[in-house]
């Protein structure tokens, strides 16, 4: 059983906060993805928690146990970062087994282990090859292995697929899911890629200027944004935000026209849609389409809506050309608002 718990974790550097006051909760099993734009204090979090930072006020706890006074090796982790610190002089065989070899383990379950997590990472073949001559595709399944073959309690993953080429990051990514599926692992997996974050995780963690600004389900996350960055940080293209002001209750204009909305006794407020929850239909946003982009079973249109860019997805069978006007419904069960000062949804 390995939960692990973060509670009211704090990191400065000097005067610098990068984490303020972070509280975490990962099950048993769970597989958490940190998700966040560059320097928002992921990689931070995540060696804290590894206990290659300390910091400066908080608890760290894994399996009922406070850690964040113990060295690394005390803490029962494995970890596999980005410049994955594989052995050149070694054979693939020797540095899957090198945790293991620490450990005195014995060499019939050392042997038993590292063919296992070769045969799970699809390196099989080159257990006696010096990791010094592999490809980075290969050498990054090696550092996996290794963490792997420790049958760790917590795996902890920094941008861990960062240096693979794009198909080969597909098939990794694909492999550590099913990987880590059938293991008995709680995992935290660090990466900006949104993408790489949605197809793994459990569930995300999204982190804003050292803050975890929402902690839910992928879908979650994607349908349902907490915050207004969570929006404009998640999806490609991100969410179209527009000005909506209150003509009476329940009611709000905008985008020149009027639709049903909070009960919020405010003036203002932002309404947020995705650009595929949107539909070409009578009566909704006059829109004139500036650039088209093809990209294959859909079409991304930039429109202009009252005279501010709007995103839309339509279908690729649907002739449009730079130029065209349309109407465009925003489909009411997908819209999001969000109170214009905190940034926070209005559900
Ligand atoms: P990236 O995706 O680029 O790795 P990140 O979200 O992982 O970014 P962190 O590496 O956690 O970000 O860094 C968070 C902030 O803390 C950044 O602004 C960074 O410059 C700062 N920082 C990190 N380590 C140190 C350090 N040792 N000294 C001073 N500032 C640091």
Wanted: hydrophobic content about 40%; charged content about 25%; overall charge neutral.
């Amino acid at each position: 059983m390995a939960e692990i718990v973060i509670k009211n974790v704090a990191k400065s550097f000097g005067s610098f906060k990068a984490l303020h006051s972070v509280d975490m909760t990962i099950s048993n099993q769970e597989f958490m993805v940190l998700l966040g734009a560059s320097g928002c204090g992921k990689t931070t979090l995540l060696r804290i928690i590894a206990g290659l930072e300390t910091p400066t006020q908080g608890e760290v706890w894994i399996g009922g146990r406070r850690v964040d006074h113990l060295p690394p090796r005390q803490r029962g982790i494995a970890m596999v970062f980005q410049n994955y610190a594989v052995f050149p002089h070694l054979t693939v065989f020797e540095n899957i087994a090198f945790g293991l070899r620490m450990q005195k383990m014995d060499k019939a379950e050392v042997e038993r282990r590292v063919t296992r997590t070769a045969e799970l990472m699809h390196i099989e073949q080159l257990l006696k090859r010096y990791s010094g001559q592999l490809s980075g595709g290969q050498r990054q399944r090696v550092a996996v292995a290794r963490a792997l073959a420790m049958e760790p309690d917590v795996i902890l993953m920094d941008e861990p697929l960062s240096n693979l080429d794009a198909l080969l990051r597909l098939e990794m990514r694909a492999e550590l899911k099913g990987v880590l599926a059938d293991s008995k692992t709680t995992t935290i997996y660090v990466t900006h890629d949104q993408v790489e974050a949605m197809s793994l995780a459990d569930r995300i963690s999204v982190m804003n200027g050292g803050r975890i600004v929402q902690s839910d389900s992928p879908v979650e996350v994607y349908r349902n944004p907490a915050a207004r960055f969570v929006g404009s940080f998640i999806g490609n293209p991100p969410m179209n935000f527009m000005e909506a002001k209150r003509t009476g209750t329940g009611r709000w204009r905008v985008g020149g026209i009027e639709i049903d909305g909070p009960q919020a006794d405010r003036g203002t407020l932002e309404f947020a849609i995705r650009p595929e929850d949107v539909t070409r239909a009578e009566a909704g946003f006059a829109a004139t389409a500036r650039v088209v982009e093809p990209l294959g079973a859909h079409t991304l249109v930039t429109c202009e809506v009252g005279g501010k860019p709007f995103r839309a997805i339509i279908d690729s069978d649907d002739p449009i050309a730079p130029g065209d006007t349309m109407t465009l419904a925003p489909q009411p069960a997908r819209v999001r608002w969000f109170d214009p000062e905190t940034q926070t949804a209005i559900s």
